[in-house]
Protein backbone atom coordinates (compact mmCIF):
# COMPACT_ATOMS: atom_id res chain seq x y z
CA UNK A 1 0.00 0.00 0.00
CA UNK A 2 1.58 3.19 -0.85
CA UNK A 3 1.23 5.78 1.71
CA UNK A 4 1.29 9.76 2.08
CA UNK A 5 4.49 11.35 2.98
CA UNK A 6 3.99 13.59 5.80
CA UNK A 7 7.27 15.73 5.73
CA UNK A 8 8.23 17.88 8.81
CA UNK A 9 11.46 19.91 9.54
CA UNK A 10 13.09 18.26 12.49
CA UNK A 11 14.48 20.41 15.11
CA UNK A 12 14.67 18.42 17.85
CA UNK A 13 17.97 16.27 18.66
CA UNK A 14 17.88 12.90 17.30
CA UNK A 15 19.26 10.18 19.95
CA UNK A 16 22.24 8.32 18.55
CA UNK A 17 22.47 4.61 20.02
CA UNK A 18 25.63 3.97 18.70
CA UNK A 19 28.52 3.19 20.86
CA UNK A 20 31.74 5.10 19.90
CA UNK A 21 30.31 7.37 17.24
CA UNK A 22 32.10 10.34 16.52
CA UNK A 23 30.57 12.72 18.08
CA UNK A 24 31.09 14.95 14.15
CA UNK A 25 28.54 13.20 12.80
CA UNK A 26 26.25 13.35 15.75
CA UNK A 27 23.01 15.32 15.55
CA UNK A 28 23.80 17.32 17.82
CA UNK A 29 27.08 18.34 16.80
CA UNK A 30 27.21 22.23 16.35
CA UNK A 31 30.04 23.17 13.28
CA UNK A 32 31.95 25.98 14.28
CA UNK A 33 33.98 25.88 11.42
CA UNK A 34 34.44 24.34 7.94
CA UNK A 35 35.94 20.89 8.49
CA UNK A 36 38.03 19.98 4.93
CA UNK A 37 40.53 17.77 7.50
CA UNK A 38 37.25 16.55 9.35
CA UNK A 39 39.72 13.79 11.22
CA UNK A 40 41.83 16.65 12.05
CA UNK A 41 45.27 14.71 11.00
CA UNK A 42 48.51 16.17 10.90
CA UNK A 43 50.28 17.79 7.72
CA UNK A 44 51.83 14.11 6.53
CA UNK A 45 48.71 12.23 7.62
CA UNK A 46 46.34 14.16 6.08
CA UNK A 47 48.11 14.21 2.89
CA UNK A 48 48.37 10.15 3.06
CA UNK A 49 44.60 9.92 3.68
CA UNK A 50 43.28 12.26 1.27
CA UNK A 51 45.23 10.44 -1.34
CA UNK A 52 44.38 7.19 -0.13
CA UNK A 53 40.41 8.24 -0.23
CA UNK A 54 40.92 9.56 -3.73
CA UNK A 55 42.07 6.18 -4.93
CA UNK A 56 39.41 4.87 -3.82
CA UNK A 57 36.85 7.11 -5.04
CA UNK A 58 38.39 5.74 -8.19
CA UNK A 59 38.87 2.27 -7.50
CA UNK A 60 35.37 1.59 -5.16
CA UNK A 61 36.94 -0.43 -2.51
CA UNK A 62 33.89 -2.27 -0.64
CA UNK A 63 35.24 -5.89 -1.42
CA UNK A 64 31.76 -7.45 -0.71
CA UNK A 65 29.90 -5.23 -3.06
CA UNK A 66 27.13 -7.24 -4.77
CA UNK A 67 27.73 -6.58 -8.17
CA UNK A 68 31.06 -7.25 -9.85
CA UNK A 69 30.45 -8.32 -13.65
CA UNK A 70 33.29 -10.39 -14.94
CA UNK A 71 35.34 -7.91 -17.38
CA UNK A 72 37.30 -9.98 -19.51
CA UNK A 73 33.38 -11.77 -21.48
CA UNK A 74 32.16 -8.67 -21.57
CA UNK A 75 34.86 -6.32 -22.67
CA UNK A 76 35.43 -9.35 -25.67
CA UNK A 77 32.48 -9.21 -26.95
CA UNK A 78 32.00 -5.48 -26.83
CA UNK A 79 35.67 -5.26 -28.22
CA UNK A 80 35.70 -7.71 -30.56
CA UNK A 81 33.46 -9.73 -31.30
CA UNK A 82 30.01 -7.88 -32.96
CA UNK A 83 29.32 -11.23 -35.04
CA UNK A 84 28.56 -12.85 -31.31
CA UNK A 85 24.45 -13.45 -30.79
CA UNK A 86 25.12 -11.46 -27.27
CA UNK A 87 25.47 -8.88 -28.43
CA UNK A 88 21.91 -8.46 -30.36
CA UNK A 89 20.80 -8.95 -26.61
CA UNK A 90 22.88 -6.37 -25.70
CA UNK A 91 20.90 -4.04 -28.48
CA UNK A 92 18.37 -4.67 -27.66
CA UNK A 93 18.78 -3.81 -23.62
CA UNK A 94 20.96 -0.35 -24.02
CA UNK A 95 18.97 0.73 -27.05
CA UNK A 96 21.76 2.74 -27.83
CA UNK A 97 24.79 -0.23 -28.25
CA UNK A 98 24.57 -0.38 -31.76
CA UNK A 99 26.57 2.97 -32.04
CA UNK A 100 29.07 1.66 -29.68
CA UNK A 101 32.46 0.18 -31.40
CA UNK A 102 34.34 -0.96 -27.93
CA UNK A 103 33.76 -1.26 -24.10
CA UNK A 104 34.87 2.30 -23.84
CA UNK A 105 32.29 3.71 -25.75
CA UNK A 106 29.96 2.06 -23.12
CA UNK A 107 31.93 3.56 -20.30
CA UNK A 108 31.46 6.74 -22.01
CA UNK A 109 27.90 6.46 -22.63
CA UNK A 110 27.10 5.67 -18.97
CA UNK A 111 28.49 9.45 -18.60
CA UNK A 112 32.13 8.00 -17.35
CA UNK A 113 34.76 11.10 -18.11
CA UNK A 114 38.36 11.34 -19.46
CA UNK A 115 41.08 10.96 -16.48
CA UNK A 116 42.31 13.80 -15.29
CA UNK A 117 45.23 15.14 -16.76
CA UNK A 118 48.17 13.80 -15.26
CA UNK A 119 50.26 16.46 -15.26
CA UNK A 120 47.18 18.94 -13.84
CA UNK A 121 48.33 21.04 -10.38
CA UNK A 122 46.63 22.32 -7.57
CA UNK A 123 42.62 21.70 -6.88
CA UNK A 124 42.88 19.57 -10.41
CA UNK A 125 44.94 17.07 -9.85
CA UNK A 126 43.72 13.96 -8.27
CA UNK A 127 46.31 11.58 -7.09
CA UNK A 128 47.06 8.03 -8.45
CA UNK A 129 49.14 5.49 -7.59
CA UNK A 130 52.96 5.87 -9.61
CA UNK A 131 52.98 2.18 -10.41
CA UNK A 132 49.49 2.27 -11.99
CA UNK A 133 48.75 2.60 -15.40
CA UNK A 134 44.90 4.04 -16.35
CA UNK A 135 43.67 2.66 -19.48
CA UNK A 136 39.87 2.73 -19.03
CA UNK A 137 37.82 6.29 -17.90
CA UNK A 138 37.67 7.88 -14.43
CA UNK A 139 35.23 6.24 -12.32
CA UNK A 140 35.52 2.31 -13.40
CA UNK A 141 37.47 0.58 -11.28
CA UNK A 142 38.46 -3.45 -11.08
CA UNK A 143 38.59 -5.59 -8.44
CA UNK A 144 39.44 -9.24 -8.02
CA UNK A 145 37.27 -12.41 -6.67
CA UNK A 146 37.61 -16.04 -7.06
CA UNK A 147 40.23 -15.58 -9.47
CA UNK A 148 38.91 -13.26 -11.79
CA UNK A 149 38.36 -9.58 -12.35
CA UNK A 150 35.48 -7.97 -12.32
CA UNK A 151 34.61 -3.90 -13.42
CA UNK A 152 32.83 -1.55 -10.91
CA UNK A 153 31.78 1.75 -11.41
CA UNK A 154 32.48 4.16 -8.37
CA UNK A 155 32.10 7.25 -6.56
CA UNK A 156 33.21 9.75 -9.38
CA UNK A 157 30.98 8.53 -11.89
CA UNK A 158 28.34 11.02 -10.67
CA UNK A 159 30.65 13.20 -8.87
CA UNK A 160 33.07 14.21 -11.46
CA UNK A 161 32.41 16.35 -14.53
CA UNK A 162 34.26 17.49 -17.98
CA UNK A 163 34.51 21.37 -17.33
CA UNK A 164 35.53 22.90 -20.33
CA UNK A 165 38.30 20.17 -21.36
CA UNK A 166 39.45 19.73 -17.16
CA UNK A 167 37.35 16.69 -15.31
CA UNK A 168 36.57 18.24 -11.96
CA UNK A 169 36.99 15.86 -8.84
CA UNK A 170 33.64 16.97 -6.70
CA UNK A 171 31.94 18.13 -9.40
CA UNK A 172 27.95 17.08 -10.12
CA UNK A 173 28.34 14.61 -13.26
CA UNK A 174 25.80 16.30 -15.62
CA UNK A 175 25.05 13.06 -17.55
CA UNK A 176 25.49 10.11 -15.94
CA UNK A 177 23.73 6.99 -16.64
CA UNK A 178 24.75 5.03 -13.49
CA UNK A 179 20.92 3.98 -12.81
CA UNK A 180 20.66 2.88 -16.68
CA UNK A 181 23.51 0.52 -15.95
CA UNK A 182 21.98 -1.32 -13.19
CA UNK A 183 18.18 -1.02 -14.85
CA UNK A 184 19.58 -3.11 -18.02
CA UNK A 185 21.39 -5.22 -16.13
CA UNK A 186 18.00 -6.69 -14.20
CA UNK A 187 16.96 -7.22 -17.84
CA UNK A 188 19.74 -8.98 -19.12
CA UNK A 189 19.56 -11.74 -16.44
CA UNK A 190 16.15 -12.34 -17.31
CA UNK A 191 17.43 -12.98 -21.13
CA UNK A 192 20.90 -13.60 -21.23
CA UNK A 193 21.13 -16.89 -18.15
CA UNK A 194 24.23 -18.11 -16.98
CA UNK A 195 24.67 -21.42 -19.70
CA UNK A 196 23.77 -18.63 -22.56
CA UNK A 197 26.51 -16.33 -21.46
CA UNK A 198 28.97 -18.65 -21.09
CA UNK A 199 28.37 -20.48 -24.23
CA UNK A 200 28.91 -17.18 -25.96
CA UNK A 201 31.53 -15.06 -24.27
CA UNK A 202 33.70 -18.40 -23.31
CA UNK A 203 34.01 -17.55 -19.88
CA UNK A 204 35.97 -19.29 -17.32
CA UNK A 205 34.81 -20.78 -14.50
CA UNK A 206 36.20 -18.37 -11.98
CA UNK A 207 34.47 -15.47 -14.39
CA UNK A 208 31.19 -17.35 -14.53
CA UNK A 209 30.90 -17.70 -9.99
CA UNK A 210 31.14 -13.71 -10.83
CA UNK A 211 28.14 -13.68 -13.59
CA UNK A 212 26.45 -15.95 -11.21
CA UNK A 213 26.81 -13.94 -7.98
CA UNK A 214 25.58 -10.78 -10.21
CA UNK A 215 22.53 -12.41 -11.48
CA UNK A 216 21.67 -13.70 -7.79
CA UNK A 217 21.87 -10.40 -6.24
CA UNK A 218 20.46 -8.11 -9.08
CA UNK A 219 17.43 -10.49 -8.47
CA UNK A 220 16.88 -7.74 -5.07
CA UNK A 221 17.72 -4.69 -6.83
CA UNK A 222 15.07 -2.24 -7.32
CA UNK A 223 16.25 -0.41 -10.36
CA UNK A 224 14.38 2.77 -11.80
CA UNK A 225 15.09 5.28 -14.98
CA UNK A 226 15.44 9.02 -14.18
CA UNK A 227 12.98 10.86 -15.39
CA UNK A 228 15.39 13.24 -17.46
CA UNK A 229 18.92 12.77 -17.91
CA UNK A 230 21.39 14.36 -15.81
CA UNK A 231 19.13 13.11 -12.57
CA UNK A 232 19.71 10.48 -10.42
CA UNK A 233 18.00 7.71 -8.70
CA UNK A 234 19.63 6.37 -6.19
CA UNK A 235 17.19 7.04 -3.23
CA UNK A 236 14.32 5.28 -5.80
CA UNK A 237 16.35 2.60 -5.98
CA UNK A 238 17.16 2.07 -2.26
CA UNK A 239 13.73 2.38 -1.33
CA UNK A 240 12.61 0.00 -4.07
CA UNK A 241 15.88 -2.63 -3.92
CA UNK A 242 14.69 -2.84 0.72
CA UNK A 243 11.16 -3.53 -0.84
CA UNK A 244 12.70 -6.63 -2.17
CA UNK A 245 14.11 -7.82 1.27
CA UNK A 246 12.76 -9.32 3.97
CA UNK A 247 11.50 -6.71 6.60
CA UNK A 248 13.85 -7.71 9.34
CA UNK A 249 16.81 -5.74 10.89
CA UNK A 250 19.18 -7.31 8.27
CA UNK A 251 17.03 -7.31 5.47
CA UNK A 252 17.96 -10.48 4.57
CA UNK A 253 16.86 -12.13 1.19
CA UNK A 254 13.56 -13.37 0.31
CA UNK A 255 12.96 -15.13 -3.36
CA UNK A 256 9.41 -14.71 -3.33
CA UNK A 257 9.70 -10.79 -2.03
CA UNK A 258 12.40 -10.09 -4.97
CA UNK A 259 9.26 -11.67 -7.58
CA UNK A 260 6.77 -9.95 -6.03
CA UNK A 261 8.21 -6.67 -4.00
CA UNK A 262 6.16 -4.88 -1.59
CA UNK A 263 4.30 -1.87 -2.48
CA UNK A 264 6.07 1.36 -1.89
CA UNK A 265 5.12 5.37 -2.15
CA UNK A 266 7.98 5.28 -5.08
CA UNK A 267 7.06 2.59 -7.15
CA UNK A 268 4.91 5.34 -9.69
CA UNK A 269 6.34 8.60 -7.45
CA UNK A 270 9.41 10.19 -8.76
CA UNK A 271 12.09 11.80 -6.13
CA UNK A 272 14.78 12.51 -8.82
CA UNK A 273 17.65 14.62 -8.18
CA UNK A 274 21.58 15.85 -9.34
CA UNK A 275 24.16 14.57 -7.58
CA UNK A 276 25.67 16.62 -4.96
CA UNK A 277 29.14 18.60 -5.01
CA UNK A 278 31.50 16.66 -2.80
CA UNK A 279 33.19 20.42 -1.57
CA UNK A 280 29.78 21.36 0.61
CA UNK A 281 30.42 18.49 2.86
CA UNK A 282 33.01 20.77 4.79
CA UNK A 283 30.05 23.25 5.39
CA UNK A 284 27.28 21.01 7.12
CA UNK A 285 26.15 18.98 9.64
CA UNK A 286 23.02 17.48 8.16
CA UNK A 287 23.43 15.35 4.62
CA UNK A 288 21.44 15.24 1.09
CA UNK A 289 20.05 18.48 -0.73
CA UNK A 290 17.07 17.49 1.70
CA UNK A 291 19.08 17.28 4.84
CA UNK A 292 17.10 14.26 6.12
CA UNK A 293 20.34 12.31 6.91
CA UNK A 294 20.28 13.70 10.74
CA UNK A 295 23.30 11.31 11.89
CA UNK A 296 25.82 9.20 11.04
CA UNK A 297 29.16 9.91 8.48
CA UNK A 298 27.55 11.00 5.01
CA UNK A 299 30.06 8.82 2.71
CA UNK A 300 29.58 5.36 4.93
CA UNK A 301 25.68 6.44 4.71
CA UNK A 302 26.64 6.36 0.85
CA UNK A 303 28.05 3.11 1.70
CA UNK A 304 24.78 1.62 2.94
CA UNK A 305 22.75 3.03 0.20
CA UNK A 306 25.10 1.95 -2.70
CA UNK A 307 25.18 -1.66 -1.94
CA UNK A 308 21.46 -1.81 -0.63
CA UNK A 309 21.48 -0.61 -4.26
CA UNK A 310 23.93 -3.66 -5.42
CA UNK A 311 22.20 -6.06 -3.71
CA UNK A 312 24.94 -6.68 -1.23
CA UNK A 313 24.22 -8.97 2.11
CA UNK A 314 23.82 -6.53 4.94
CA UNK A 315 25.91 -8.63 7.41
CA UNK A 316 28.48 -8.86 5.35
CA UNK A 317 29.12 -5.23 4.71
CA UNK A 318 28.55 -4.73 8.49
CA UNK A 319 31.80 -6.66 8.73
CA UNK A 320 33.33 -4.67 5.92
CA UNK A 321 32.85 -1.64 7.85
CA UNK A 322 33.60 -3.47 11.36
CA UNK A 323 37.31 -4.04 9.41
CA UNK A 324 37.89 -1.04 7.38
CA UNK A 325 37.49 2.06 9.52
CA UNK A 326 40.80 3.59 8.07
CA UNK A 327 39.07 3.55 4.07
CA UNK A 328 36.04 5.07 5.78
CA UNK A 329 38.14 7.76 7.28
CA UNK A 330 40.12 7.96 4.10
CA UNK A 331 37.20 8.55 1.61
CA UNK A 332 35.93 11.04 4.40
CA UNK A 333 38.95 13.08 4.13
CA UNK A 334 38.79 13.06 -0.05
CA UNK A 335 35.32 13.96 -0.19
CA UNK A 336 35.39 17.02 2.24
CA UNK A 337 38.64 18.51 1.23
CA UNK A 338 37.67 18.47 -2.20
CA UNK A 339 37.54 22.52 -4.12
CA UNK A 340 35.73 24.61 -6.01
CA UNK A 341 37.06 25.21 -9.91
CA UNK A 342 37.48 29.07 -9.93
CA UNK A 343 36.17 30.81 -12.90
CA UNK A 344 39.43 32.08 -13.75
CA UNK A 345 40.82 28.89 -14.63
CA UNK A 346 38.75 28.99 -17.30
CA UNK A 347 37.84 32.46 -18.65
CA UNK A 348 40.15 35.57 -18.75
CA UNK A 349 40.24 38.66 -15.69
CA UNK A 350 39.05 40.95 -18.75
CA UNK A 351 35.60 39.04 -18.50
CA UNK A 352 35.29 39.74 -14.73
CA UNK A 353 33.23 42.92 -14.20
CA UNK A 354 35.10 43.30 -10.64
CA UNK A 355 33.41 46.46 -9.74
CA UNK A 356 30.10 45.34 -10.81
CA UNK A 357 30.56 41.79 -8.97
CA UNK A 358 31.39 44.47 -5.89
CA UNK A 359 27.93 45.87 -6.41
CA UNK A 360 26.48 42.36 -6.04
CA UNK A 361 28.02 41.44 -2.72
CA UNK A 362 25.72 44.28 -1.26
CA UNK A 363 22.92 42.43 -2.81
CA UNK A 364 23.47 39.21 -1.94
CA UNK A 365 24.06 40.21 1.76
CA UNK A 366 20.78 41.99 1.82
CA UNK A 367 18.51 39.51 0.31
CA UNK A 368 20.53 35.82 0.28
CA UNK A 369 22.95 35.69 3.04
CA UNK A 370 20.58 34.58 5.68
CA UNK A 371 19.89 31.48 4.04
CA UNK A 372 23.41 30.58 1.97
CA UNK A 373 26.17 32.52 3.91
CA UNK A 374 28.23 35.37 3.90
CA UNK A 375 31.21 35.15 1.76
CA UNK A 376 34.36 37.46 2.72
CA UNK A 377 36.01 38.66 -0.24
CA UNK A 378 39.97 39.77 -0.43
CA UNK A 379 38.73 42.87 -2.13
CA UNK A 380 38.06 44.08 1.17
CA UNK A 381 41.22 43.98 2.33
CA UNK A 382 43.37 46.65 2.09
CA UNK A 383 46.41 44.18 1.27
CA UNK A 384 45.09 43.18 -2.27
CA UNK A 385 43.69 46.34 -3.43
CA UNK A 386 46.88 46.52 -5.74
CA UNK A 387 46.22 42.59 -6.14
CA UNK A 388 45.46 40.69 -9.57
CA UNK A 389 41.68 40.69 -10.49
CA UNK A 390 42.11 36.45 -9.77
CA UNK A 391 43.43 37.24 -6.49
CA UNK A 392 40.85 39.97 -5.22
CA UNK A 393 37.43 37.97 -6.39
CA UNK A 394 38.85 35.14 -4.09
CA UNK A 395 37.03 34.36 -0.78
CA UNK A 396 39.25 34.01 2.27
CA UNK A 397 36.59 32.72 4.66
CA UNK A 398 32.95 31.26 4.11
CA UNK A 399 30.45 31.69 7.36
CA UNK A 400 27.98 28.87 6.65
CA UNK A 401 24.98 28.60 9.20
CA UNK A 402 26.68 26.64 12.27
CA UNK A 403 23.36 24.57 12.22
CA UNK A 404 22.46 23.38 8.21
CA UNK A 405 18.76 24.85 7.96
CA UNK A 406 15.97 23.80 5.90
CA UNK A 407 13.93 25.68 4.34
CA UNK A 408 10.59 25.20 2.37
CA UNK A 409 10.73 28.09 -0.57
CA UNK A 410 8.52 26.77 -3.05
CA UNK A 411 10.66 24.81 -5.11
CA UNK A 412 9.45 21.02 -6.05
CA UNK A 413 8.31 19.31 -3.79
CA UNK A 414 8.62 15.85 -5.24
CA UNK A 415 12.16 14.57 -3.72
CA UNK A 416 11.89 15.46 -0.08
CA UNK A 417 8.31 13.76 0.09
CA UNK A 418 9.97 10.64 -1.25
CA UNK A 419 12.61 11.03 1.46
CA UNK A 420 9.67 9.15 3.95
CA UNK A 421 10.45 5.87 1.94
CA UNK A 422 14.20 5.86 3.32
CA UNK A 423 12.88 6.31 6.55
CA UNK A 424 12.88 2.35 6.71
CA UNK A 425 16.92 2.32 6.90
CA UNK A 426 16.89 3.50 10.39
CA UNK A 427 15.30 0.17 11.51
CA UNK A 428 18.40 -1.84 9.92
CA UNK A 429 20.78 -3.12 12.18
CA UNK A 430 23.39 -1.61 10.24
CA UNK A 431 22.41 1.84 10.22
CA UNK A 432 22.07 1.63 14.40
CA UNK A 433 24.97 0.01 14.62
CA UNK A 434 26.76 3.59 12.63
CA UNK A 435 24.52 6.13 14.07
CA UNK A 436 22.51 6.20 10.83
CA UNK A 437 19.54 8.72 11.12
CA UNK A 438 17.29 10.13 8.70
CA UNK A 439 13.78 11.63 9.02
CA UNK A 440 12.00 13.14 6.29
CA UNK A 441 11.88 16.81 5.70
CA UNK A 442 9.98 20.01 4.46
CA UNK A 443 12.17 21.71 1.97
CA UNK A 444 15.59 21.45 1.29
CA UNK A 445 19.13 22.78 2.49
CA UNK A 446 19.91 26.27 1.13
CA UNK A 447 23.60 25.02 0.04
CA UNK A 448 26.47 27.00 0.59
CA UNK A 449 27.45 28.65 -2.92
CA UNK A 450 30.99 27.91 -3.39
CA UNK A 451 31.69 27.27 -7.05
CA UNK A 452 28.12 28.11 -7.55
CA UNK A 453 29.31 29.10 -11.33
CA UNK A 454 30.19 26.01 -12.15
CA UNK A 455 26.98 23.93 -10.74
CA UNK A 456 24.58 25.11 -14.04
CA UNK A 457 21.52 23.97 -14.01
CA UNK A 458 19.98 25.18 -10.85
CA UNK A 459 17.76 23.44 -8.35
CA UNK A 460 18.12 20.03 -6.55
CA UNK A 461 16.33 18.74 -10.01
CA UNK A 462 18.37 20.85 -12.53
CA UNK A 463 15.56 22.65 -13.68
CA UNK A 464 16.78 25.92 -13.93
CA UNK A 465 19.49 26.79 -17.06
CA UNK A 466 20.57 29.53 -15.57
CA UNK A 467 21.08 32.46 -12.87
CA UNK A 468 19.40 34.37 -15.05
CA UNK A 469 16.24 32.26 -15.09
CA UNK A 470 16.86 31.73 -11.52
CA UNK A 471 16.31 35.21 -10.51
CA UNK A 472 13.10 35.48 -12.80
CA UNK A 473 9.85 35.02 -11.11
CA UNK A 474 9.01 31.67 -11.97
CA UNK A 475 5.89 32.25 -13.81
CA UNK A 476 7.90 34.17 -16.34
CA UNK A 477 10.80 31.16 -16.10
CA UNK A 478 11.44 28.86 -19.20
CA UNK A 479 9.34 25.96 -19.32
CA UNK A 480 11.57 23.70 -21.83
CA UNK A 481 15.45 24.47 -22.52
CA UNK A 482 17.92 22.54 -24.15
CA UNK A 483 21.17 21.22 -22.24
CA UNK A 484 24.23 19.78 -22.94
CA UNK A 485 27.85 19.02 -22.32
CA UNK A 486 30.34 21.90 -21.22
CA UNK A 487 32.72 21.69 -24.23
CA UNK A 488 32.91 25.00 -25.63
CA UNK A 489 32.53 27.96 -23.47
CA UNK A 490 31.55 30.19 -25.79
CA UNK A 491 28.85 28.11 -27.59
CA UNK A 492 28.14 25.69 -24.67
CA UNK A 493 27.83 28.46 -21.87
CA UNK A 494 26.13 31.94 -21.61
CA UNK A 495 28.54 33.60 -19.19
CA UNK A 496 26.09 36.40 -18.64
CA UNK A 497 23.61 34.47 -17.17
CA UNK A 498 25.96 31.97 -15.95
CA UNK A 499 24.34 28.66 -17.47
CA UNK A 500 22.94 27.08 -20.32
CA UNK A 501 21.88 29.17 -23.52
CA UNK A 502 18.15 30.39 -24.10
CA UNK A 503 16.51 27.91 -26.44
CA UNK A 504 16.95 30.07 -29.56
CA UNK A 505 20.93 29.98 -28.84
CA UNK A 506 21.24 26.09 -27.88
CA UNK A 507 23.74 24.53 -29.88
CA UNK A 508 21.98 22.51 -33.09
CA UNK A 509 23.63 19.27 -31.90
CA UNK A 510 21.91 19.34 -28.46
CA UNK A 511 18.63 20.18 -30.16
CA UNK A 512 18.48 17.05 -32.12
CA UNK A 513 18.84 14.75 -29.13
CA UNK A 514 15.42 13.98 -27.80
CA UNK A 515 17.02 13.44 -24.02
CA UNK A 516 18.58 16.37 -24.09
CA UNK A 517 15.34 18.39 -23.80
CA UNK A 518 14.38 18.95 -20.11
CA UNK A 519 10.38 20.14 -20.11
CA UNK A 520 9.77 21.37 -16.48
CA UNK A 521 6.11 20.78 -16.92
CA UNK A 522 6.35 17.19 -15.94
CA UNK A 523 6.11 15.64 -12.46
CA UNK A 524 9.39 16.43 -10.28
CA UNK A 525 11.44 18.55 -12.94
CA UNK A 526 9.50 21.61 -11.70
CA UNK A 527 10.92 24.75 -11.64
CA UNK A 528 8.62 26.94 -9.37
CA UNK A 529 9.64 28.59 -5.95
CA UNK A 530 12.84 30.41 -4.67
CA UNK A 531 10.94 33.99 -5.68
CA UNK A 532 8.46 35.05 -3.28
CA UNK A 533 9.84 36.74 -0.47
CA UNK A 534 13.55 36.48 -1.85
CA UNK A 535 13.42 38.24 -4.95
CA UNK A 536 9.60 39.11 -4.53
CA UNK A 537 7.68 40.69 -2.46
CA UNK A 538 3.47 40.88 -3.05
CA UNK A 539 4.56 39.12 -6.60
CA UNK A 540 6.89 42.75 -7.25
CA UNK A 541 10.52 41.98 -7.84
CA UNK A 542 12.86 43.65 -5.85
CA UNK A 543 15.84 43.57 -8.19
CA UNK A 544 16.08 45.57 -10.99
CA UNK A 545 17.83 44.37 -14.61
CA UNK A 546 21.13 45.61 -13.73
CA UNK A 547 21.02 44.87 -9.75
CA UNK A 548 20.74 40.91 -11.02
CA UNK A 549 23.62 41.49 -13.42
CA UNK A 550 25.52 42.76 -10.39
CA UNK A 551 24.34 39.90 -8.11
CA UNK A 552 25.23 37.18 -10.84
CA UNK A 553 28.80 39.07 -11.56
CA UNK A 554 29.20 38.52 -7.58
CA UNK A 555 28.06 35.19 -7.67
CA UNK A 556 30.39 34.09 -10.39
CA UNK A 557 33.57 34.91 -8.09
CA UNK A 558 32.68 32.61 -5.31
Not at 24 to 31: E, G, I, N
Not at 305 to 332: P, Q, Y
Not at 503 to 528: H, I, Q, V, Y
Amino acid sequence: MAFIACAVTITATAQVESKGLDPQWQAQYRLEHPRPNPYALDASEFKTSREQGQWHTQYYPIEVTGILPPLRPIRKILDNDFRNPLVKILQDLFQKINIFKSFDDLMKWLGLNPYPDKNATGIYKVYVPEDKIINHRFGMGTMDRFGATGFTLSCTVCHSSSLFGKTIFGLTNRFPRANEFFLSATRAIKVAPAPLFQMYTFSMANEMKLYRDVQKNLRSVGAVSPIALGLDTSLAQVALSLQKRNPDAWATKNANYEKYPRPDYLDSIPADSKPAVWWNLKYKNRWLSDGSVLSGNPILTNILWNEIGRGTDLKDLNSWIDRNEIVIRDLTSAVFSTEAPRITDFFSENQIDIHSAKRGEQLFVDNCAGCHGTYHKNWSRPEFAAASVTEQIKTYQVDYKKQTQVKDVGTDPYRYLGMKSLEKLNELQISKNNGIVIKAQKGYVPPPLVGIWARWPYFHNNSVPNLCELLTPAHLRTKEFYQGPAVDKNKDFDFECNGYPEPTAAPSAWKKDPELKFDTRKKGMGNMGHDEDIFLVDGQEILSPSDKKDLIHFLQTL
